[in-house]
């Protein structure tokens, strides 16, 4: 039972000959495959093949490698968000003044095709060594304003759980490093690696958090539900991001369908990602209209709670920044702010007045009507 999820791993589809058997392409069509697999890592879970319904629909999207990905754009780059050039030590991102990113594991229990870290996922060698692990603790140590690590790669949850507790617990000897994240696609991929052991090993680390990887409701089944369900249960909040990919998720309906599936297994939607400008990942691009059409269909019409927050991440390197659409706010100036509802409706809110801080709070100057302020 504990080692189920070794047993998944094996029997995932790695080669391409896998997808003439499994999932009835034609040799012709495999073949063609082949150089794209060995440049771009497959591999298919048993649970994530099962949720396939149909050639093309929103998980073969998702994990089924095409032609497409080998076809030049001069848009888009390898590391288009220079992560190597925040790299402190290998292994570790510092890019925020109070957080830091740590790739623990180039290895995934599925290879998504639109992967913003493809040039590193899938070959070999790129699972963090102890020695890594004291170099990446001396370097956190050192620097007392990280007070938040995000464990990332690659999947950090395919590492075995010695390794993973190895990590934890050389960073639980920091005190300034207050908590720990773990981003993470494996409870919806390889559900069987949500063991009862390591829900147990994981509590022991608090205050842990994780942030899940979702992009459809197809892929919200009851074994996902349950393997979220025992990390709920050992107290870890969740969270989820979505990547905006075109046929997959692009539509308003799709996505509010997600959010509620989340919300219904104790998952609390967190970043929605424009597509990030990868090499090979072009064909899912959509434009940013799109994810803003999403927010106006989310926003007012449904729980607050199941609203991410839509981001790009600056190509170059400059961090996520967050979008919303325009015209929910109108305008604001020293007066007032106007503002939009969600059934196009304006309202407006006066400011506060710009009353500096030396006025007591009982001067009647603090209550100089609206007219005379500056605009
Ligand atoms: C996304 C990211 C983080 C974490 O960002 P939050 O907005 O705090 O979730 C930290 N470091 C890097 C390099 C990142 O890309
Ligand atoms: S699970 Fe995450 S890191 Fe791994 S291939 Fe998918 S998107 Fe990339």
Redesign the pocket.
């Known amino acids: 039972m504990t080692d189920q999820w070794k047993y998944d791993l094996r029997d995932s589809l790695e080669a391409t000959e896998d997808l003439i058997e499994r999932l009835g392409l034609s040799t012709r069509e495999a073949d063609r495959l082949r150089e794209v697999v060995t440049r771009y890592p497959m591999r298919i879970t048993p649970h994530v093949l099962k949720t396939i319904r149909y050639q093309g629909d929103p998980i073969w999207l998702q994990v089924v490698p095409t032609t497409e990905e080998m076809e030049p754009d001069y848009e888009m780059q390898d590391d288009p968000?220079n992560?190597e050039g925040?790299m402190v030590v290998p292994h570790l991102?510092h890019?925020?003044p109070d957080?830091?990113?740590l790739f623990v594991t180039n290895q995934c229990p599925v290879y998504c095709r639109f992967c913003t870290r493809k040039r590193f996922v899938g070959s070999p060698g790129g699972t963090i060594t102890p020695e890594a692990i004291e170099v990446v603790a001396d370097y956190i140590r050192s620097h007392s304003e990280i007070r938040?690590i995000?464990f990332s790669g690659g999947d950090p949850l395919l590492l075995v759980d010695s390794l993973l507790e190895r990590i934890l617990s050389a960073l639980r000897t920091i005190p300034h490093l207050e908590i720990i994240r773990i981003g993470s696609r494996v409870p919806g991929t390889l559900p069987s690696r949500i063991t009862p052991e390591l829900c147990a090993m994981l509590k022991t680390y608090h205050p842990l958090y994780m942030?899940l990887h979702f992009n459809h409701p197809d892929e919200i089944t009851p074994e996902v539900a349950e393997a979220c369900g025992r990390l709920a249960d050992a107290g870890i909040p969740l969270g989820s991001q979505t990547v905006l990919l075109k046929g997959v998720n692009d539509n308003p309906d799709t996505m509010k369908r997600l959010m509620h599936a989340l919300l219904k297994i104790r998952v609390k939607p967190?970043?929605l990602y424009q597509a990030d400008l990868v090499t090979g990942t072009h064909q899912f691009r959509t434009p940013v209209e799109t994810g803003l059409n999403i927010l106006r269909a989310l926003h007012g019409h449904t729980s607050g709670m199941a609203i991410p927050r839509y981001v790009i991440?600056a190509p170059g390197g400059g961090?996520?920044i967050t979008v919303v659409p325009p015209e929910f706010v109108l305008e604001i100036n020293a007066r007032e702010v106007i503002l939009k509802n969600y059934e196009d409706q304006v309202y407006r809110y006066p400011q506060v007045e710009a009353v500096p801080d030396a006025v007591p709070a009982d001067d009647p100057a603090r209550l100089t009507p609206l007219q005379r302020l500056p605009s």
Do not use: H
């Open positions: 968000l992560e925040d991102v890019r925020y957080r830091a990113l938040d995000i942030n967190y970043y991440d961090g996520k």
